[in-house]
Nanobody, 124 residues
Framework: QVQLVESGGGLVQAGGSLRLSCAVS????????MGWFRQAPGKEREFAAG????????IYADSVKGRFTISRDHAKNSVYLQMNSLKPEDTGVYYC?????????????????WGQGTQVTVSS
């Protein structure tokens, strides 16, 4: 059974930082690209960041570029999202996702598995 479990969300003031983690089990982690998506209240789920299966190819949404950093640890079957200089518009539920293949994608339909999400709230 494939499981993606996110953690690390919380309440933070604008300008602060959070680090999200996603622990992956039930699949051959090294053959999957990973992504982070987010969903603000009343809005569609949107792409935030993605990383290829060997960690050397990363992509970001323009809205988070320069502030967020995605990384992965094959020894721990985990993927991380370091979020700095947080803004109130970064508020939402953050989802970890897995996609079979070398490269991460930026579309929801490119991903095969999803976690349950972790809430991030940025106060102004």
């Amino acid at each position: 059974q494939v499981q993606l479990v996110e953690s690390g969300g919380g309440l933070v003031q604008a300008g602060g930082s959070l680090r999200l983690s996603c622990a992956v089990s039930g699949l051959t982690y090294s053959t999957y690209s990973m992504g982070w998506f987010r969903q603000a209240p009343g809005k569609e789920r949107e792409f935030a960041a993605g990383i290829g299966w060997n960690g050397d190819r990363v992509i970001y949404a323009d809205s988070v570029k320069g502030r967020f950093t995605i990384s992965r640890d094959h020894a721990k079957n985990s993927v991380y999202l370091q979020m700095n200089s947080l803004k109130p518009e970064d508020t939402g539920v953050y989802y970890c996702s897995a996609r079979g293949g070398v490269l991460a994608g930026s579309r929801r339909d490119q991903y095969d598995y999803w976690g349950q999400g972790t809430q991030v709230t940025v106060s102004s």
